[in-house]
């Protein structure tokens, strides 16, 4: 009621005034409320892109789990597949009295090949291919005139990609060009 009475008591000039500055005090208040909105509205994009890169990365990374899970159990049996190519490369087919065991071994082989193969193990098997030490490892350099210098000239052991990814490198022997001969005694004199 004192409120009324001095609102009563003032001059229109005054209450003019006095409208004026609770409307800048209105406008003050909307201002702050916009910015806070604002700034609040900026803050729930941020937490939603966020999440959004969360569940990315989860996704990712249960895709990644599921490709790569077999990766050390096929690593595993690697050796087991060279031994076996081994013992066909060493064994002699003309040789009756092992032709049941290497029959054996062939399908064993195969069926080795065909299950790595179903799991998306691929062998690399780089000979007369340029070296690429992304899936190659050398183990020997050798002077060669047949192929052209960085070619890979023999495979001690095949490399394996498990879905495109390195499982273990090929180990290679790589051509380089033949050094100079130095000139005998017979050409000196």
Known sequence: MADEQN??????????????EAGNDLSARVQSLEEQLA?????????????QNVRRRAEQDVEKAHKFALERFAGDL???VDSLERGLELSSPDDESIRPMREGMELTLKMFHDTLKRYQVEPVD??????NPEHHQAMAMEESTHVEPGSVLKVFQKGY????????????VVSKAPAATPPSIDEKA
């Open 7 to 20: 609102l009563d008591n003032q001059t229109p000039e005054e209450n003019l005034a006095a409208e004026a």
């Open 39 to 51: 700034a609040a509205q900026d803050q729930a994009l941020r937490v939603a892109a966020e999440v």
């Open 78 to 80: 690697l050796p087991v």
């Open 126 to 131: 780089p000979h007369g291919a340029p070296f």
């Open 161 to 172: 990609l498990l879905n495109g990814r390195l499982l273990r490198p090929a180990m290679v």
